[in-house]
């Protein structure tokens, strides 16, 4: 069982930067597969990154196609917190963006694989 609270989220300019964390709490980020989704209102809940460890080594890391090169995810070093730095934003990246954890140890893309999640962070990306 695990808990997390997403933060960091705010309104930017196209090409800005934000770094979003999650917090996990109740358990150990280590024992997940911990995603960034995001959902835009009237859209459907996208992929956007994840991260599993295997103690203190990345295990696997994979990012949505519409990510790739801009966002990198990241933990810190006690696998308490999971870290989404957003490079190069625009408009299309305008969501409430949510962490989330997995049970999987790869290839956990869609949001039904996911069991646990946050509150969501609102990331708004003016023109």
């Known amino acids: 069982q695990v808990s997390l609270v997403e933060s960091g989220g705010g309104p930017v300019q196209t090409g800005d930067s934000l770094r979003l964390s999650c917090v996990a709490s109740g358990g150990a980020a280590s024992d997940y597969s911990l995603g960034w989704f995001r959902q835009a209102p009237g859209k459907t809940r996208e992929f956007v990154a994840a991260i599993r460890w295997s103690g203190r080594t990345t295990y696997w890391t994979e990012y949505g196609n519409s990510v790739k090169g801009r966002f990198k995810i990241s933990g810190d070093n006690a696998k308490t917190a999971s870290y989404l730095q957003m490079d190069s934003l625009n408009p299309e990246d305008t969501a409430v963006y949510y962490c989330?954890?997995?049970?999987?140890?790869?290839?956990?893309?869609?949001?039904?694989?996911?069991?646990?999640w946050g509150q969501g962070t609102q990331v708004t990306v003016s023109s």
């Open positions: 989330a954890a997995s049970s999987l140890w790869t290839g956990a893309v869609r949001p039904s694989q996911y069991l646990h």
